[in-house]
Nanobody
Framework: VQLVESGGGLVQAGGSLRLSCAAS????????IRWFRQAPGKEREGVSC????????YYEDSVKGRFATSIDNAKNTVYLQMNSLEPEDTAVYYC??????????????WGQGTQVTVSS
């Protein structure tokens, strides 16, 4: 299973971006979608998780209240809406399929990710 991330870019602090996570060989009706990010010189960290079974969402404390994940079943795409962005949010963002939220085993390959850069 391979997911493709898109929607990253350069934005000023306080701005917003919406990332997309799409799949051509996987239907978003089971398991869960986990968003990760990796900043330069840092380890990859979890950001959020969306259960495709019951629609429940999980967020790390660092993004809670600012980020929201959702799904468009018609487009087979999961989104990560990022508001009130901070320079600390600068990272490459990835989405993967996991068996369950928030820390279920990975079920898809890592993609290329999408770069998010927040300027101060």
């Amino acid at each position: 299973v391979q997911l493709v991330e898109s929607g990253g870019g350069l934005v000023q602090a306080g701005g917003s971006l919406r990332l997309s996570c799409a799949a051509s060989d996987f239907t978003f009706d089971d398991y869960a979608i986990r968003w990760f990010r990796q900043a330069p010189g840092k380890e990859r960290e979890g950001v959020s998780c969306l259960s495709l079974v019951d629609g429940s969402a999980y967020y790390e404390d660092s993004v809670k209240g600012r980020f929201a994940t959702s799904i468009d079943n018609a487009k087979n795409t999961v989104y990560l809406q990022m508001n009130s962005l901070e320079p600390e949010d600068t990272a490459v963002y990835y989405c993967i399929v996991v068996l369950y939220c928030p820390d279920g085993p990975r079920f898809s390959d890592w993609g290329q990710g999408t770069q998010v850069t927040v300027s101060s």
